[in-house]
């Protein structure tokens, strides 16, 4: 099987677990060890989003419709003997914490019932500092979920204003106490590159994160997406597009001031206090296999040496070994760790330039060797599309089907 | 019918867009020489991109038979030329196979430069010629003022011009009877040897080269053994026949009528424009006159952006040659952009239509370098180099002067506009020969231009600068000294020689600063920082820098975003793929034009 010695990179933390967790000893096995649940909702849309979700009443028959939708699915999947492997769990969206209380109790508990959840789980909720309460973090806690991913992205209230958030920075700061009186597991995202922001209302940003308590923190530089308010007001003027040398810089900065706070970083846009890296995202980055559920929910699955991609259930993509292999490599120099030279080695009989293409890598001051592995350098980081593009390219993408 | 008095040969000229392939279209139709359904849009125009400009490259030779008020029927030759400057040999040769010509005047535009210049063209010619006001059916059509602009202009009576429209039909049938009258019949000895005249030529996959011919004396018959004077080849025709359009095989072509021959030969350089046909035993010894070689003007080096297209782009441009004598080309190599070929043409409209044909009608993706002339220098040892390219370009110790060729333009404007190209044509260094009022609203300015300043933009420019308003038509008028030096551009400190260009030393400077300003806009940024220098041998006149790339990454990558992510970089590097790697350095194609694009 091909993702068993995967399992390890995944579980590091935690060997003895491995392969165990389990319901029922006669329930039939899986390959997928993550599973990705979407909630296309929001109470708004932000200025810049251009994720599978719209805005909607809170009190629209359409949340409780899509709730039963999903607890149809997740019994259909526990069926099938999809769940049996499942290590992490993540409730993305949208805006999961905006499907409510009680919606979110029924599916977290209808999931407890296939999914083995204990301490070894990870289980993640996404969630809005203005719509999580004390009683919807304390019921999702004890059913089990371990995790809260804050959508911060500012503790400037100028800048949480022209981003089109619906929070200030004091909401923020009392939704992450809130989660810490029960679990010490928060994640928070910050935005660097906001129009108006300063290299100095940036270092408060990143100060203040860090006095919060919080155990991970994703940074990422605004990015104009297509047919998004923010593209329109940049076409017409109202807006500036994102200096990316500023962004840079930002980026640079969090690089520095967040491991002198015991943040490591593991991955491009990924720090985290040690022990509190977010397995679920390296699963996404080391080609182990993940279902998804829901609307646009995007899913993975490997049958032998060949990948399929799969929306909301639909295979979309088929990728062959070659391509395959190229996409794990590509992921993995998003990470700290690398691609050990070995992986790279035993991949030259299905992609024969890769060698070539890392060595080029070395050569352009993109990557490093240390302890046996190719690792992004800080150069690396900041033009990730120069390093992930050439190793994509090592292969021919043309023959991906669809 | 062994006499001419029933055969009537004309040409339709015209400035662009005045309505000329129309017109020729509401002919045919009228004499039921396409059956309607098969009729199409410019049914002269046989190539996609004559019809998509709006353009004549080729000559065409359409015979119909027209029945006349006088009740007697009557062979026509209608002979469609090109209409642009870059064909005025081809043009030339066309109008000498006539009697006649039908002046094609926009009634809404009025006499434009390329009226003048066809109008003076079929004078010289000795052709009568019947002026035609087309368009009359439009709202703004000003036929007294247009009227009016003929007499004054091109001194030609308007009194009896034909009103027409090429839309409505309105004044076709005005205008048969009136080539009837006024169009003489050839005049020619039907006794005499054959002397025919090849006015143009196409290539057939299955016949080898077709020439389409004039009759001058004589007669040309099937199986003959005829001469081909400018080449000296002898052969047997193996077809003759007349186009209707299509082929239609005959046994005789006689004296005063046109059509077309095959003869087997292969190569169209043996089969020149401009040539004369005789009898092999017999015939004439002088030929007819107004035989040339065709010149290129223009040369451009043309790369595949894929290196791997190099002999594919060899085969297209022999094949392009069989319908385009007139198309020359030798390899060409360069450091920044490996093999190619330094193709020369008649003028910038032709090298874009032949490098538009190649990537359509071919599948080719090429680069072509900015157009040069072909420059005469000539060393210290006396001796004189013709050179095509920048590239070329010997030594500057070595050189004891440099000529180069020189155009005169002449151009047509509104009084108004006489100061904005007087500006523009001294800034081009210009040197003003006349100016004549043609009317109260046209003024005619003649300059002597160098060649490499036109392909410039000053045509762009010339429009741009007049509203639009100025027309332009030029001749080669033979080479001139200049002080002109070769400008390098590097690229992080390596010369490419792709980006050479030779140009006048006073204007070294201020052309070299231009040029890395507009590549730095033009080159994106990269890994590194890329300093752009412009430099006359060693000396750097100007340097701008493009600086290095600092951030470039699609921080967020989740599940769903894998495929996404994955796509934008393969778009990245399709992107990457149209540019042409240099060093380390990726130069986009516009880099290689950008020299022509330099606003003063």
Same mark, same amino acid.
């Given at each position: 099987?091909?993702?068993?010695?995967?399992?390890?990179?995944?579980?590091?933390?935690?060997?003895?677990?491995?392969?165990?967790?389990?319901?029922?000893?006669?329930?039939?096995?899986?390959?997928?060890?993550?599973?990705?649940?979407?909630?296309?909702?929001?109470?708004?849309?932000?200025?810049?989003?251009?994720?599978?979700?719209?805005?909607?009443?809170?009190?629209?028959?359409?949340?409780?419709?899509?709730?039963?939708?999903?607890?149809?699915?997740?019994?259909?999947?526990?069926?099938?003997?999809?769940?049996?492997?499942?290590?992490?769990?993540?409730?993305?969206?949208?805006?999961?914490?905006?499907?409510?209380?009680?919606?979110?109790?029924?599916?977290?508990?209808?999931?407890?019932?296939?999914?083995?959840?204990?301490?070894?789980?990870?289980?993640?909720?996404?969630?809005?500092?203005?719509?999580?309460?004390?009683?919807?973090?304390?019921?999702?806690?004890?059913?089990?979920?371990?995790?809260?991913?804050?959508?911060?992205?500012?503790?400037?209230?100028?800048?949480?204003?022209?981003?089109?958030?619906?929070?200030?920075?004091?909401?923020?700061?009392?939704?992450?106490?809130?989660?810490?009186?029960?679990?010490?597991?928060?994640?928070?995202?910050?935005?660097?590159?906001?129009?108006?922001?300063?290299?100095?209302?940036?270092?408060?940003?990143?100060?203040?994160?860090?006095?919060?308590?919080?155990?991970?923190?994703?940074?990422?530089?605004?990015?104009?997406?297509?047919?998004?308010?923010?593209?329109?007001?940049?076409?017409?003027?109202?807006?500036?597009?994102?200096?990316?040398?500023?962004?840079?810089?930002?980026?640079?900065?969090?690089?520095?001031?967040?491991?002198?706070?015991?943040?490591?970083?593991?991955?491009?846009?990924?720090?985290?206090?040690?022990?509190?890296?977010?397995?679920?995202?390296?699963?996404?980055?080391?080609?182990?296999?993940?279902?998804?559920?829901?609307?646009?929910?995007?899913?993975?699955?490997?049958?032998?040496?060949?990948?399929?991609?799969?929306?909301?259930?639909?295979?979309?993509?088929?990728?062959?070994?070659?391509?395959?292999?190229?996409?794990?490599?590509?992921?993995?120099?998003?990470?700290?760790?690398?691609?050990?030279?070995?992986?790279?080695?035993?991949?030259?009989?299905?992609?024969?330039?890769?060698?070539?293409?890392?060595?080029?890598?070395?050569?352009?001051?993109?990557?490093?060797?240390?302890?046996?592995?190719?690792?992004?350098?800080?150069?690396?980081?900041?033009?990730?599309?120069?390093?992930?593009?050439?190793?994509?390219?090592?292969?021919?993408?043309?023959?991906?089907?669809? | 019918?062994?006499?001419?008095?029933?055969?009537?040969?004309?040409?339709?000229?015209?400035?662009?867009?005045?309505?000329?392939?129309?017109?020729?279209?509401?002919?045919?139709?009228?004499?039921?020489?396409?059956?309607?359904?098969?009729?199409?849009?410019?049914?002269?125009?046989?190539?996609?991109?004559?019809?998509?400009?709006?353009?004549?490259?080729?000559?065409?030779?359409?015979?119909?038979?027209?029945?006349?008020?006088?009740?007697?029927?009557?062979?026509?030759?209608?002979?469609?030329?090109?209409?642009?400057?870059?064909?005025?040999?081809?043009?030339?040769?066309?109008?000498?196979?006539?009697?006649?010509?039908?002046?094609?005047?926009?009634?809404?535009?009025?006499?434009?430069?390329?009226?003048?210049?066809?109008?003076?063209?079929?004078?010289?010619?000795?052709?009568?010629?019947?002026?035609?006001?087309?368009?009359?059916?439009?709202?703004?059509?000003?036929?007294?003022?247009?009227?009016?602009?003929?007499?004054?202009?091109?001194?030609?009576?308007?009194?009896?011009?034909?009103?027409?429209?090429?839309?409505?039909?309105?004044?076709?049938?005005?205008?048969?009877?009136?080539?009837?009258?006024?169009?003489?019949?050839?005049?020619?000895?039907?006794?005499?040897?054959?002397?025919?005249?090849?006015?143009?030529?196409?290539?057939?996959?299955?016949?080898?080269?077709?020439?389409?011919?004039?009759?001058?004396?004589?007669?040309?018959?099937?199986?003959?053994?005829?001469?081909?004077?400018?080449?000296?080849?002898?052969?047997?025709?193996?077809?003759?026949?007349?186009?209707?359009?299509?082929?239609?095989?005959?046994?005789?072509?006689?004296?005063?009528?046109?059509?077309?021959?095959?003869?087997?030969?292969?190569?169209?350089?043996?089969?020149?424009?401009?040539?004369?046909?005789?009898?092999?035993?017999?015939?004439?010894?002088?030929?007819? %006159?107004?035989?040339?070689?065709?010149?290129?003007?223009?040369?451009?080096?043309?790369?595949?952006?894929?290196?791997?297209?190099?002999?594919?782009?060899?085969?297209?441009?022999?094949?392009?040659?069989?319908?385009?004598?007139?198309?020359?080309?030798?390899?060409?190599?360069?450091?920044?952009?490996?093999?190619?070929?330094?193709?020369?043409?008649?003028?910038?409209?032709?090298?874009?239509?032949?490098?538009?044909?190649?990537?359509?009608?071919?599948?080719?993706?090429?680069?072509?370098?900015? %157009?040069?002339?072909?420059?005469?220098?000539?060393?210290?040892?006396?001796?004189?180099?013709?050179?095509?390219?920048?590239?070329?370009?010997?030594?500057?110790?070595?050189?004891?002067?440099?000529?180069?060729?020189?155009?005169?333009?002449?151009?047509?404007?509104?009084?108004?506009?006489?100061?904005?190209?007087?500006?523009?044509?001294?800034?081009?260094?210009?040197?003003?020969?006349?100016?004549?009022?043609?009317?109260?609203?046209?003024?005619?300015?003649?300059?002597?231009?160098?060649?490499?300043?036109?392909?410039?933009?000053?045509?762009?420019?010339?429009?741009?600068?007049?509203?639009?308003?100025?027309?332009?038509?030029?001749?080669?008028?033979?080479?001139?000294?200049?002080?002109?030096?070769?400008?390098?551009?590097?690229?992080?400190?390596?010369?490419?020689?792709?980006?050479?260009?030779?140009?006048?030393?006073?204007?070294?400077?201020?052309?070299?600063?231009?040029?890395?300003?507009?590549?730095?806009?033009?080159?994106?940024?990269?890994?590194?920082?890329?300093?752009?220098?412009?430099?006359?041998?060693?000396?750097?006149?100007?340097?701008?820098?493009?600086?290095?790339?600092?951030?470039?990454?699609?921080?967020?990558?989740?599940?769903?975003?894998?495929?996404?992510?994955?796509?934008?970089?393969?778009?990245?590097?399709?992107?990457?793929?149209?540019?042409?790697?240099?060093?380390?350095?990726?130069?986009?194609?516009?880099?290689?034009?950008?020299?022509?694009?330099?606003?003063?």
């Amino acid at each position: 099987m091909t993702c068993d010695s995967r399992h390890i990179d995944l579980v590091e933390n935690h060997d003895q677990q491995s392969g165990s967790s389990w319901v029922g000893t006669d329930a039939p096995r899986s390959d997928y060890r993550g599973l990705y649940i979407h909630i296309p909702f929001c109470s708004r849309r932000c200025i810049y989003c251009d994720f599978t979700t719209r805005a909607i009443a809170s009190d629209s028959p359409e949340l409780d419709e899509y709730r039963d939708h999903l607890i149809r699915e997740i019994r259909k999947a526990t069926r099938e003997g999809l769940l049996g492997s499942i290590e992490t769990i993540y409730i993305g969206g949208g805006t999961p914490s905006y499907f409510g209380h009680g919606r979110l109790v029924d599916l977290v508990y209808t999931l407890s019932l296939s999914i083995n959840l204990n301490d070894n789980s990870e289980f993640t909720l996404e969630a809005n500092p203005e719509s999580l309460t004390s009683a919807m973090m304390r019921d999702l806690y004890s059913l089990g979920v371990n995790r809260f991913s804050l959508g911060v992205q500012s503790f400037v209230d100028s800048e949480l204003r022209w981003l089109g958030r619906g929070h200030d920075s004091r909401q923020a700061r009392d939704a992450i106490t809130m989660i810490r009186e029960r679990c010490d597991n928060v994640a928070i995202d910050l935005i660097c590159g906001i129009p108006k922001q300063t290299i100095r209302s940036w270092q408060q940003s990143i100060e203040s994160a860090v006095e919060t308590g919080v155990t991970h923190i994703s940074v990422y530089p605004l990015t104009v997406e297509e047919d998004t308010p923010l593209s329109a007001m940049i076409a017409s003027g109202e807006a500036r597009p994102p200096d990316n040398d500023l962004q840079a810089e930002m980026m640079q900065i969090a690089a520095e001031i967040l491991p002198s706070k015991g943040f490591a970083r593991y991955e491009v846009a990924s720090y985290a206090q040690p022990g509190y890296q977010c397995r679920h995202n390296i699963s996404y980055w080391s080609g182990i296999p993940y279902l998804g559920l829901g609307k646009g929910a995007a899913g993975m699955r490997n049958l032998g040496d060949n990948r399929e991609r799969l929306l909301a259930g639909q295979v979309v993509e088929r990728l062959a070994p070659a391509q395959s292999r190229a996409e794990d490599l590509m992921l993995g120099m998003r990470m700290s760790r690398g691609v050990s030279i070995e992986d790279v080695r035993s991949a030259q009989s299905l992609i024969p330039s890769i060698e070539s293409v890392f060595a080029e890598l070395v050569t352009l001051g993109l990557t490093k060797v240390l302890d046996g592995r190719y690792q992004p350098t800080a150069r690396g980081w900041l033009l990730g599309n120069e390093l992930y593009g050439r190793i994509w390219a090592s292969v021919d993408s043309d023959g991906i089907q669809v | 019918m062994n006499t001419t008095t029933h055969i009537r040969n004309f040409s339709i000229i015209a400035h662009i867009d005045h309505g000329k392939s129309t017109l020729a279209d509401r002919i045919l139709e009228l004499t039921h020489t396409v059956a309607e359904r098969d009729m199409v849009e410019q049914v002269l125009d046989s190539m996609d991109i004559e019809r998509e400009r709006g353009i004549t490259i080729k000559s065409q030779a359409v015979r119909v038979m027209y029945d006349a008020s006088d009740g007697q029927t009557y062979q026509f030759n209608l002979i469609d030329t090109p209409g642009h400057v870059d064909f005025t040999y081809e043009v030339s040769r066309s109008l000498a196979a006539c009697e006649g010509a039908i002046l094609v005047v926009d009634s809404t535009q009025g006499v434009e430069a390329q009226t003048v210049a066809n109008a003076l063209m079929a004078m010289n010619a000795n052709l009568e010629i019947i002026p035609l006001i087309n368009k009359i059916d439009l709202p703004a059509a000003d036929v007294d003022r247009v009227r009016h602009e003929i007499e004054e202009g091109l001194a030609l009576p308007a009194d009896d011009a034909i009103l027409a429209s090429g839309k409505t039909g309105e004044g076709i049938v005005d205008l048969l009877e009136a080539i009837v009258k006024r169009i003489p019949a050839p005049k020619g000895d039907t006794a005499a040897p054959l002397r025919a005249l090849i006015f143009d030529s196409y290539f057939d996959a299955y016949r080898g080269v077709v020439a389409l011919v004039r009759v001058v004396d004589g007669h040309i018959d099937k199986h003959m053994k005829v001469r081909l004077m400018a080449t000296g080849i002898n052969i047997e025709v193996e077809e003759v026949g007349v186009r209707r359009p299509a082929n239609l095989p005959v046994n005789s072509l006689n004296t005063g009528e046109v059509g077309y021959l095959i003869t087997g030969l292969k190569d169209p350089a043996d089969v020149k424009v401009g040539d004369t046909i005789t009898l092999e035993k017999g015939g004439v010894h002088e030929p007819l %006159p107004g035989y040339r070689e065709v010149k290129p003007m223009v040369f451009t080096g043309l790369f595949p952006l894929d290196g791997d297209q190099y002999s594919d782009l060899r085969d297209a441009l022999d094949k392009m040659r069989l319908n385009d004598p007139a198309l020359i080309y030798e390899p060409e190599t360069s450091h920044a952009l490996g093999f190619g070929f330094r193709v020369g043409f008649l003028g910038l409209l032709h090298m874009e239509v032949v490098k538009e044909r190649l990537e359509r009608e071919f599948d080719l993706d090429l680069l072509a370098t900015a %157009p040069s002339v072909e420059y005469h220098v000539y060393l210290t040892n006396n001796e004189m180099l013709a050179i095509h390219s920048p590239q070329d370009m010997p030594d500057a110790s070595t050189i004891e002067k440099i000529e180069e060729p020189f155009l005169t333009a002449t151009i047509l404007i509104p009084p108004d506009y006489v100061g904005a190209v007087m500006d523009l044509s001294v800034s081009r260094r210009g040197t003003f020969v006349t100016m004549q009022y043609l009317s109260t609203t046209t003024v005619e300015m003649k300059w002597q231009i160098p060649l490499s300043e036109l392909i410039m933009d000053y045509f762009d420019q010339l429009k741009s600068r007049t509203k639009g308003y100025a027309s332009l038509d030029y001749e080669f008028c033979g080479h001139q000294p200049s002080q002109l030096v070769k400008l390098d551009i590097l690229l992080s400190g390596k010369p490419v020689d792709a980006l050479s260009f030779i140009v006048h030393k006073d204007k070294a400077f201020d052309r070299g600063r231009i040029l890395t300003e507009k590549l730095k806009e033009i080159i994106p940024r990269q890994m590194f920082e890329v300093p752009i220098q412009a430099a006359i041998g060693g000396r750097i006149l100007s340097r701008t820098n493009v600086k290095a790339l600092r951030k470039d990454v699609l921080a967020k990558c989740y599940g769903g975003d894998i495929t996404r992510k994955r796509k934008l970089l393969e778009k990245q590097k399709a992107g990457k793929k149209r540019m042409k790697n240099i060093g380390n350095v990726e130069v986009p194609q516009e880099a290689f034009m950008a020299i022509l694009k330099v606003d003063e």
